[in-house]
């Protein structure tokens, strides 16, 4: 285990099977479809990997980079474009994909943003939701699994940009999210 990691909360095997179940009801749900994965950058990286790899059907992917306006863990409320997605959108089955939706202001932003597109549909699939964070609400289409509101890194999800390589889902020690030593 990282020695800044406090304890790991999911392991590589409980996210391979979640990743796994996912994109098999993905699979089926999308036969005979154009289905498009976007996924949101940077955070999904890891899991938009992982699911394309287990996806059985036909698929495209593009991605797309948000960012909230301000700093620290807080989202301010207003969401910027720093990265649009480069492929064809219009008339195709769309899923966005997301590593974490916390307060869900990312994700009600991107689907009213990737809907004026005019694609045939938008849904949503998330590897982690901390529900107890919501402050916008939004439907998850396809949901990995819940997790408590504690501060989690590893499986593509950082602090300071790092950590995002560990392969399961971490909780950092205090001292290091609140003493800025990371
Ligand atoms: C994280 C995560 C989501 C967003 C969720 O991204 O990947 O995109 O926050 O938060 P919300 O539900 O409150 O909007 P972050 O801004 O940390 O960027 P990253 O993906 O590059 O890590």
Do not use: W
Request: charged share 30%; with cysteine; hydrophobic share 40%.
């Amino acid at each position: 285990m990282h020695e800044d990691v406090k304890k790991v909360l999911i392991t590589k095997g409980e996210i391979d099977k979640m990743v796994k179940n996912l994109a098999a009801t993905i699979s089926r749900d999308y036969e005979g479809r154009q289905l498009v994965l976007i996924g949101v950058m940077k955070g999904c990286l890891i899991f938009l990997a992982d699911l394309l790899r287990n996806i059985t059907i036909p698929v495209e992917f593009g991605t797309i980079t948000a960012s909230s306006y301000g700093s620290g863990t807080e989202s301010s409320g207003q969401i910027k474009i720093i990265n649009d997605v480069d492929i064809e959108i219009k008339g195709k089955d769309i899923i966005v994909i997301e590593d974490l939706v916390d307060t869900g202001l990312t994700l009600n932003y991107l689907k009213n943003f990737l809907g004026l597109r005019e694609p045939k549909s938008v849904k949503i699939c998330v590897a982690f939701d901390k529900p107890s964070r919501r402050k916008n609400p939004i439907d998850v289409d396809y949901k990995g699994m819940d997790i408590p509101d504690e501060f989690i890194v590893g499986y593509g999800l950082d602090f300071n940009e790092k950590y995002r390589n560990l392969p399961e889902i971490c909780v950092l020690k205090e001292e290091i999210y609140n003493g800025g030593m990371a």
